[in-house]
């Protein structure tokens, strides 16, 4: 799929018949095409939010949340796009996780909510969440701890820097997830006690490194905090944070 003239995605067939009459909207022997090349941001925010109504009224974009994230196109942003939309379009979003320890390598785990529309019930990590249109992926990161675990910025002091431990790409439901994962590392003090804030988690515990894995083998965490909890016990990057402990 192109947007503006840009590889940017990958359409579902749901959603090329939701959009098939959008004035914005042709087919070429190139590719599904929205909007031609050449247009102005301006306009082209525009039309994406009509494509994303018009998606959203064929019920291809469900969980509406009124919330803009940005679009890439050949490693550009070009705009910005109702979130529900970016699966049906298989555009590329950005999750950010924390992967939050004790002060003696255990781990802090969320459980997600009954009503979440992904994965309800679910255990996570104990932050993680997408990057909007508005805040870089460190305001992201800030952002989602207060939200989902109430931790405010001091709480966040002996981390390690965001990193990308891959580029997720699978079929799902509601289209094709195509998402830069990124991770921080963050030590946990002990007077500072985690509580969710915005509804989305039912629980908040500590566990074992050893019942983290066995939580996986059971596939009682979700896919994404599996890899990026793996990928903290494995490479262990919360040892280097043991020297800057008070």
């Given amino acids: 799929m192109l947007i503006a003239g840009k590889s940017a995605g990958f359409i579902t067939a749901q959603a090329q018949n939701a959009l098939r009459n959008h004035p914005q909207v042709y087919q070429t022997s190139t590719g599904f095409h929205i909007a031609s090349a050449g247009i102005s941001r301006t306009e082209l925010d525009s039309i994406l939010a009509s494509i994303a109504t018009c998606l959203h009224q064929a019920n291809c974009a469900r969980a509406w949340r009124n919330e803009l994230l940005n679009v890439y196109a050949e490693g550009q942003v070009i705009g910005v796009m109702e979130r529900a939309a970016m ?36 255990w996570d990590t104990l932050v993680g969440g997408l990057a909007n249109g508005i805040e870089d ?31 997720m790409h699978r079929r799902l439901p509601e289209g094709y997830q195509v998402e830069d994962i990124m991770v921080s590392d963050c030590i946990i003090l ?54 800057q402990l008070p």
């Avoid at 999750?95 to 994965?119: E, G, I, M, Q």
């Avoid at 500590?206 to 083998?217: A, K, R, W």
């Fill in 87 to 122: 699966r049906p379009l298989g555009l590329l979003t950005r999750a950010v996780h924390l992967n939050a320890w004790t002060p003696d390598l255990k781990l802090y785990l969320a459980k997600r909510a009954s009503t979440k529309a992904t994965d309800p019930g679910m």
């Fill in 137 to 167: 992926l460190e305001q992201a990161l800030l952002r989602e701890s207060d939200e989902e675990a109430g931790l405010d910025e001091p709480d966040l002091q002996i981390r390690t820097p965001l990193r990308t431990i891959l580029q």
């Fill in 190 to 243: 002990p007077q500072t006690q985690p509580a969710n804030r915005d509804g989305e988690v039912s629980e908040i515990r500590i566990f074992e490194q050893e019942e983290v894995l066995d939580m996986i083998t059971r596939r009682v965490i979700t896919v994404e905090a599996a890899i990026v909890l793996l990928d903290g016990l494995i490479n262990q990057p919360a040892r280097q944070l043991l020297h």
